[in-house]
């Protein structure tokens, strides 16, 4: 405003000193010549700016006269603002990141419980999409009876546990609400699905140990019981034997029980070692003796054994896989049975311990569930022939801990073949 001023004021004296010259015409007219002249340049200024006003990321024009004064430091406020807003932009998105990398899914909602945001978690948990879902009312999204009765609550102080199925699959979310800033409310979501089975499997193994212990116990103390109770010379030296032969049988039960026990903790527990190279033709042949003499000549072998591959690995453990899947096919083939022991290389380069029976066979349903601990899918016959239920969850995670997996075979009444496949990294060839 100042220039201009001092541009109109330096108009007016040279109109001055000419008119005073050259007469009073000539200084009006140069005087409205240098109005009209500063028009035409503010004109063109004006224009310069409205050029600059519609791109404002780019610096102001310059040399248009008094505008300097107003639009540098306009420029220079939006430059300010520019940046700050970026970083709270950045801010925004380092914390949107964060939220997306929550392990437990996180859902903001509206006053009216309108799905506003969701992270990627929160979306696998309840099946959302944030494209669809959006703005529509989380009770038309979880349509379940305690999700509503715990929404609409006053207060939120301990978590639902809610059981929701997604994809055929059964899953177990603890969800809890929180209300935060003016009428907005977050919901944390978090799958504890493995906690659930964890405690199931835990609690289910308590049991199933308490059972398996408890029919030995309560045999030795009725057996201990009746000795107690009579007189040492009521019984005869054959039911002496009989149930002191009956109690030892009994304790030797339980004895296997917790072996297979400490076994299977410290398989679970301890890491895998890389181990040697292990002559697995001997580790078989030394089972097969084993086997033979368990059968007492009422089962046929026939063996097919590859003398040249080892396995790195532990030789114990394998021992007891090895040996464990022999017993079951002992246990479970009837007398004349035929069981075929296979020790061979694979086309891919890695080797397969197969045992196959003529025994009574697995039903369809059972066998997925054959590796679980204490599960029997014929009960009174593993009890009859000494088993522990716990032999084939050995083997289990000693093919885990040798990069091999456990194969099973069978065909209801016809028989069985269980394999143990190692990977090719695992097979050395002698």
Known sequence: ?????????????????????LGSSIGWAVFALG????????GMQLQKIRGWVRDLHQPPPVSIGPWDEILAPVY?????????????????????LAAEALPDGAITLDESMGLQWCNQTAAEHLGLNIDTDLHHSIFNILRAPEFTQYVNQNKWDSPLLLHTEQGGLDKS???????????????????????????????????????ELRTPLTVLFGFLETLREHPADSFSVEQRERY??????????????????????????????????????LIIQHALEQAKALSNGQHQFVENIDPAL???????????????????????????????????????????YSVQDTGIGIAPQDIPRLTERFYRADKGRS?????????LAITRHVAMRHNAELLIQSQFGTGSMFTLRFAPLRVRTL
Not at 383 to 391: N, Q, Y
């Open 76 to 96: 220079r406020q939006l430059k300010a603002d520019r940046e700050q807003i970026a970083s709270l932009n950045r801010g925004i998105e380092a914390i949107m």
């Open 173 to 211: 979310l603890l969800i809890q609400l929180s209300p935060y800033g003016f009428g907005q409310f977050l919901m944390v979501t978090r799958d504890v699905t493995q906690v659930e089975k964890l405690e199931t499997t835990r609690k289910d193994f308590v049991a199933n140990v308490s059972h």
């Open 35 to 42: 109005l009209l002249l500063m028009v035409l340049i503010s």
């Open 310 to 352: 080892c396995i790195v690995g532990s030789e114990n453990e394998l021992t007891s896989a090895i040996s464990n899947l022999l017993t079951n096919a002992i246990r479970y083939t009837p007398k004349d049975g035929t069981i075929t022991v296979s020790w061979y290389s694979t086309e891919d380069g890695g080797a397969c």
């Open 383 to 391: 009890r009859a022939t000494g088993g522990t239920g716990l032999g």
């Open 1 to 21: 405003m100042n220039k201009t001023l001092y541009s109109i004021a330096a108009w007016a004296i040279l109109a001055v000193l000419l008119g005073s010259w």
């Open 244 to 281: 002191e032969q009956m109690m030892f049988e009994q304790a030797q039960h339980m004895q296997a029980i917790v072996a297979d026990l400490l076994t299977l903790s410290t398989l679970e527990s301890s890491p895998p070692t890389e181990g040697r190279p292990v002559r697995v033709s």
